[in-house]
């Protein structure tokens, strides 16, 4: 029986399929991924969680002409199979094969190229204002990981949004979760919103009252249900959004089809800034990264039938250095009380985790705010404690600024942890940690 994603190339492909047909492309499309990504490492559980998600954007809007930027891109694997790379997507981040993130020089349908986090927004809005500039008309969409919104920038970018009002819809794909889990006020306030009980309740409700109208009960109960559906979609929650001048929608179920086609439908042509909320769940379709969503985040080659990862003999002798430095950290804080651990937003990749474990009260994630996690150093170096910072190497360099002012010339004693470094196999340009030592040697009194 031929599938349906064969005869999906690109959007225009996607549109002449029935509402009704997209929950088997769905299905289609994660059993393509996981089966490429076993084989051929990738990025895996944040991708099987925004397939409906990417299905209904594709077949809302017109990408051709509107345009989508993605945070991150590392969840943009459904993105490149519905826009003419299907037939490439098992070249996955081999050599001259497709990037692993969104790359302008690949296709149209990638604006830009990147990699790193919190620069979405700021991208969406600019491409709105020169729309504004030249007097043309088209959807500018920007889709930022409930991580990536806690990041500066992107808090920068909704503040200026806001007091622009210039066209742009931000889609929140909520997953509770960056690489690991998000931490942070930001994620205690949208974790709130998730698990508010006013829907459920106003839902019961209306139900009861209408128990008591035999007649007009069953279409009012429709209308009424409909009501409630928008309710959910613009209520109480979000007002921290509302507050900064967008439009707030939310959340709604990322994975049921209706409702989300319906909501992108109702919302494109509203003017000015519009914040979208959407629930997802990492690792949707397959149950081993379902469960552990960390752990396959950007697993290596694994088997399909059981999620098991594969390791060669040499490979299990090998002891990582990152789990060196982590025993190593663990071992020093166990005689010296002032040692303490800064990470942002990746205490598995970095190899701080254990440490986190073992002195949790001495352990700090940041979340994706590199320059604060450094800033934050700084403080407490000044107040008599040893920090050890552990950054990945690319993303490091975005706190280039407070290593040089806030670290090196207050002379003060903290331990930068740079992972990842140099050429990287299969990251693609953007993840590249080559900058490390050339940017920061020219620092004063780093050594």
Not at 357 to 368: L, Q, T
Request: charged share 20%; proline share 4%; net charge positive.
């Amino acid at each position: 029986m031929s599938k349906l994603l064969d005869s999906v190339e690109y959007p225009e492909d996607l549109k002449k399929l029935n509402l009704t047909d997209l929950p088997k492309l769905a299905t289609e499309i994660r059993e393509f991924i996981v089966d490429v990504v076993s084989k051929n490492p990738g990025h895996l559980s944040s991708n099987l969680g925004v397939v409906e998600l990417t299905i209904a954007l594709h077949y809302c809007f017109d990408f051709k002409k509107d345009k989508i930027v993605w945070d991150v891109g590392h969840q943009a694997y459904v993105h490149k199979i519905l826009t003419g790379r299907k037939s490439k997507f098992l070249t996955l981040r081999q050599y001259k094969g497709l990037s692993g993130f969104p790359d302008k020089n690949e296709s149209d349908y990638d604006p830009f190229t990147c990699g790193h986090s919190g620069d979405a927004i700021s991208a969406a809005l600019g491409l709105s204002c020169a729309d504004a500039i030249r007097g043309e008309k088209r959807s500018i969409v920007a889709v930022v990981g409930d991580g990536a919104i806690g990041a500066g920038m992107s808090l920068e970018a909704l503040n200026h949004a806001g007091d622009l009002k210039k066209n742009v819809l931000v889609v929140l794909n909520d997953n509770e979760m960056s690489i690991s889990n998000t931490v942070g006020a930001f994620s205690k306030y949208l974790n709130k919103i998730r698990t508010a009980p006013i829907y459920a309740d106003v839902r019961k409700e209306v139900h009861g009252l209408l128990k008591v109208v035999p007649v007009l009960g069953k279409p009012v109960e429709k209308t009424l249900e409909r009501i409630v559906e928008l309710i959910q979609r613009g209520g109480i929650p979000g007002q921290i959004f509302k507050d900064l001048g967008l439009n707030y929608f939310g959340p709604i179920d990322g994975h049921d089809f209706r409702i989300l086609i319906d909501t992108l439908n109702n919302i494109k042509h509203l003017g000015g800034p519009v914040l979208l909320h959407v629930i997802t769940e990492k690792g949707r379709g397959f149950e081993p990264a379902y469960q552990n969503p960390a752990q396959y985040h950007s697993a290596g080659k694994f088997e399909m039938c059981n999620g098991k990862i594969k390791t060669s003999s040499h490979d299990s002798q090998k002891i990582a250095y990152t789990k060196v430095f982590g025993n190593t950290l663990v071992e020093l804080a166990k005689t010296d009380p002032n040692v303490v651990g800064i990470t942002a937003a990746m205490p598995d990749g970095t190899g701080i985790v254990s440490f986190g474990k073992k002195f949790p009260d001495r352990f700090y994630d940041v979340g994706i705010c590199e320059q604060h996690a450094v800033g934050l150093a700084n403080g407490l170096s000044a107040g008599g404690i040893k920090p050890v910072v552990a950054i990945y190497s690319t993303f490091l360099q975005r706190a280039y600024d407070q290593v040089f002012h806030d670290i090196c010339l207050q002379k003060h004693g903290v331990s930068l942890r740079s992972t990842g470094r140099g050429l990287w196999e299969m990251t693609g340009r953007p993840i590249t940690g080559f900058l490390t030592l050339p940017i920061f040697v020219i620092c004063p009194r780093l050594s």
